[in-house]
C-alpha cells in the first residue's frame, strides 16, 4: 500500500508542476520568497508550517494556498520596510486564481464567488458614501434655495415700499430682484439634478444588493456541492483494510513522517466499521504502540454513533489483550464515552448495559465522568430513571460526584429532588458536600447554604439535612 499511495501522489504532483498556470505561480512565488534570502526549512519554522508544503508550493508541486501568499506578503513586507503595491497583490492573485481553476474546478469556483461577494460588499459600502454626501449635498441646496426665496421675498416687499422713492433706487431693486431669482433657478435645477442622481444611486444600490444577495446564496450552494464531493471522494478513497493500515502507520514512523501516520490513524477511525477498529487496534497492540491504540479508539467512539460506539466497546472488552488490565480499559472507553456522547446517547447504553457484565463497569466510569461537568437540568433525568429502575449503585455513584459539585449547582439539584420527592436521595447529596468541606470551614459554609437556600422556592431545604451533618459544625 505504501509504494502504491506514495508513487501516485508523486505522479500527481509531477503533473501538476507541469500545468503553465502553476508553474507561472511558482515562478511568482520563487521570486518573491528570495527577496527573504533564508533558506525554506527556516521560514518553515517561523511560519509554523511543514516543510515539504513550503517546498511543494514554492516548486509547483501543488497551488499555494491564498493563507500562504498572504503570509509571505507579510513576511516580504516586514524584511524590505516597504508595502507591496496593490497592483502586485491583485496579479500574484490573479496568477494563483488562473492555477487552482486548471487544478481545482470546484475551489476555484468558491474563491471566484468569494472574490465577487467581498467586491459587491465593497461597492455598496462606496454607494452608501456617496449617497450620504448627495443627501448632504442636497440638504445644503435646498437650505440656501429656502435662503434666496426669503430674500427675494424681503426684496418685493422692500421693492413695494421704496416705489414712491427716487428711480436709481427703483432700478437697484430690480436688478437684485432678477439676480436672485436667476439664483433661485439655478438652484432648482441643481436640487432637480441631486434627486435624479439619488434616485439611480438608490437603484444601483438596490440591484448591487440584490446581486449580493445571488451571490450568497450561489455561494453556499458551491459550499455545499463541494463539502458533499469531498466527503464522496474521502469514503472511495479510503479503501484499506486493517493490515494495509497498520503497514502504512508503521511505514510512516520508520520514515519520521509522525504527521501522515496520525492521519492515516485518524482516517481508519473515521470510515472503518466497528470490526475492522477492532482488528486495527489488535495489530496496533502487537506492534506495542499503545498510545497509537488508544487514540484509535478514542476518535472511534467520537466520530461514531452511540450503536456502532457500543459494538466497538463490547468487541474490545472481549479482547484479552489490554495492556494495563481490564480496569484500566473499562476507564479509559468509559471516560471517551462521557466527553464525546450526549446525555440521549448516554443514556441508550445505559438502556443497553444495565443488565451487567464488563459493560456496565464502562457505563460506571462514563457516568462518573460525565457527572463532573453535566449540566444540573441534564443531570436530574438520569438521576430520576436511575430511580425509576432502582439502580442504587449508579445512584449513589452520581449523587457522589454531583455532591462534590460548587454549592450553586448542589442547591439546584436539591431543589429538584425534593420536588420528585427524592428525599433520601437529597440526604445523599447533601452528606456527600458537607463531607466534603474542611471543619473549619462547615459553619460558614452552612450559612452560606442557608442564605441560598432562602432565595429558591424551597426554603426548607435544610430541614431534610441528617442531624450528624449539622450537628459537627457547632461543636
Not at 331 to 357: C, D, F, T, V
Not at 374 to 402: E, N, S
Not at 404 to 422: F, T
Request: with cysteine; proline share 2%.
Amino acid at each position: 500500500m505504501t509504494e502504491v499511495s506514495r508513487s501516485a501522489a508523486r505522479r500527481t504532483e509531477v503533473e501538476v508542476s507541469r500545468i503553465p498556470e502553476v508553474a507561472a505561480l511558482a515562478t511568482e512565488l520563487t521570486t518573491l520568497f528570495n527577496a527573504l534570502d533564508i533558506p525554506q526549512q527556516q521560514y518553515a519554522v517561523r511560519i509554523s508550517m511543514d516543510k515539504s508544503t513550503v517546498s511543494r508550493f514554492l516548486n509547483g508541486r501543488r497551488v499555494a494556498t491564498q493563507d500562504f501568499v498572504d503570509r509571505l506578503f507579510v513576511e516580504v513586507e516586514r524584511h524590505r520596510k516597504t508595502a507591496v503595491t496593490d497592483e502586485t497583490r491583485d496579479r500574484l492573485r490573479a496568477i494563483r486564481l488562473a492555477a487552482l481553476k486548471m487544478t481545482d474546478p470546484g475551489s476555484f469556483q468558491l474563491e471566484f464567488l468569494r472574490d465577487e461577494l467581498d467586491r459587491s460588499h465593497r461597492t455598496i459600502k462606496r454607494l452608501n458614501r456617496q449617497q450620504q454626501a448627495l443627501e448632504l449635498l442636497l440638504d445644503d441646496r435646498e437650505a440656501k434655495a429656502d435662503e434666496a426665496r426669503r430674500e427675494m421675498h424681503e426684496l418685493r416687499s422692500d421693492w413695494m415700499s421704496e416705489q414712491r422713492y427716487s428711480e436709481e433706487a427703483k432700478a437697484e431693486l430690480s436688478k437684485r430682484n432678477a439676480q436672485m431669482g436667476n439664483e433661485q433657478e439655478r438652484l432648482r435645477a441643481e436640487i432637480k439634478e441631486l434627486k435624479e442622481q439619488l434616485l439611480e444611486l438608490a437603484h444601483l444600490k438596490y440591484e448591487t444588493e440584490q446581486r449580493c444577495a445571488q451571490l450568497e446564496e450561489r455561494l453556499f450552494e458551491v459550499e455545499r456541492q463541494l463539502a458533499t464531493h469531498l466527503d464522496e471522494i474521502d469514503d472511495q478513497s479510503f479503501s484499506f483494510t486493517p493490515k494495509e493500515v497498520a503497514d502504512e502507520i508503521l511505514q510512516s514512523y520508520s520514515e519520521q513522517r509522525f504527521y501522515d501516520a496520525a492521519r492515516t490513524l485518524s482516517l481508519a477511525a473515521a470510515h472503518f466499521s466497528a470490526a475492522d477498529v477492532v482488528e486495527l487496534w489488535k495489530l496496533i497492540i502487537e506492534m506495542r504502540r499503545y498510545f497509537d491504540a488508544e487514540l484509535l479508539v478514542r476518535d472511534a467512539i467520537r466520530f461514531k454513533s452511540a450503536e456502532l460506539s457500543a459494538d466497538i466497546v463490547e468487541d474490545l472488552l472481549t479482547q484479552k489483550i489490554w495492556p494495563p488490565g481490564q480496569f484500566h480499559a473499562c476507564r479509559e472507553l468509559g471516560a471517551n464515552l462521557a466527553h464525546s456522547k450526549s446525555s440521549a446517547e448516554l443514556g441508550y447504553l445505559y438502556n443497553r448495559w444495565r443488565g451487567g457484565g464488563p459493560v456496565f463497569g464502562v457505563l460506571r466510569f462514563a457516568f462518573t465522568f460525565w457527572s463532573e461537568s453535566a449540566d444540573i437540568q441534564l443531570a436530574f433525568p438520569l438521576l430520576c430513571q436511575l430511580k425509576d429502575d432502582g439502580d442504587t449503585v449508579l445512584m449513589v455513584r452520581v449523587l457522589h460526584i454531583l455532591g462534590q459539585r460548587n454549592v450553586a449547582d448542589v442547591i439546584i439539584l436539591a431543589d429538584l429532588l425534593i420536588d420528585r420527592d427524592m428525599n433520601s436521595e437529597c440526604h445523599t447529596l447533601f452528606y456527600t458536600w458537607f463531607a466534603g468541606l474542611a471543619i473549619e470551614d462547615r459553619a460558614a459554609s452552612l450559612e452560606k447554604w442557608r442564605r441560598a437556600a432562602h432565595q429558591t422556592k424551597n426554603a426548607d431545604t435544610l430541614k431534610l439535612l441528617p442531624i450528624r451533618v449539622i450537628r459537627p459544625s457547632f461543636r
